[in-house]
């Protein structure tokens, strides 16, 4: 028996999460059909993490078993082959029997991105969320910096979580922004300011990329952080705020879970695959 992992990105806007559910209809039930398909083996495709319905992926990691003598520069050509156009595998690789996608994980990296220019993207609308007034891009940076480290993360999961302990790690969180290409200081009042200057001082538009890396994460971990910073940066809380809800260990502190459409899995590390991370410098060379 050979294992072999995949690099898998997808579109999960039409898909019920990563996980297997009796629907069908979830990135997992695909791979492994696809599996099937190209070597007529069930197998059970493990991946590095469960996604949410609606979420997409840029580095999901799935391994699995097979007795296929396929080999392995072969996989990702014949799989996509089978898979439906929102599914691609960038790559498969030969690893160790022992290697796990979930349990040998050694950190993962989440995207939120909020679009908070004056009208969505046309191309970009089903990865990003498009909240249509600027935000306060320091103010939410300064709350995220409270995240870092080792706390209990109760106030940011739901309470639907199954999980015995909410103490996790992030060991990086941080905010990029990309400027607002049609910028509002194109339209002047006849003050001389713009209309966001007036209404809206010391908020900025552009498209936000919220980044958090951690040893693992809760249900709904990374939407409720997201959907917290929005509020930040709408004034209707402070970062120092974000100090007080982690603290409180409550759920009703924090803010809404954003819409599960604005975040990606980015990044996946393991040892094995390092150093670099052998997924990781395949994507970013594409």
Known sequence: MRNIALVVSYDGTEYYGFQSQPSGNTIQDKLENAIYMLSGERVKAIGSGRTDAGVHARCQIVNFLTASSIPVERWAIALNTRLPEGIVVQCALSVSNQFHARRHALSKTYRYTINCNRVPDLFRRRYEFHHPTPLDFEEMSAGLRHLLGEHDFSSFTSPQSTKSSHIRTIL??????????????????????????????????????????????????VRIIAGTLIQIGEG?????DMAHILAAQSRAKAGPTAVPHG??????????????????LILDNK
Do not use: C
């Open 172 to 221: 990086d969180a941080r905010l990029e922004m990309e400027k607002d290409p049609f910028s509002s200081a194109n339209y002047l009042n006849d003050s001389g300011k713009s209309w966001d200057e007036r209404y809206y001082p010391g908020k900025q538009r552009g498209v936000i990329h919220l980044y958090v890396t951690g040893t693992g994460f809760l249900y709904n971990m």
């Open 263 to 280: 975040l990606s899995l980015w990044e996946v590390r393991y040892a094995e695959l390092d150093p670099g991370s052998r997924s990781k």
């Open 236 to 240: 209707k809380k402070s970062a120092a």
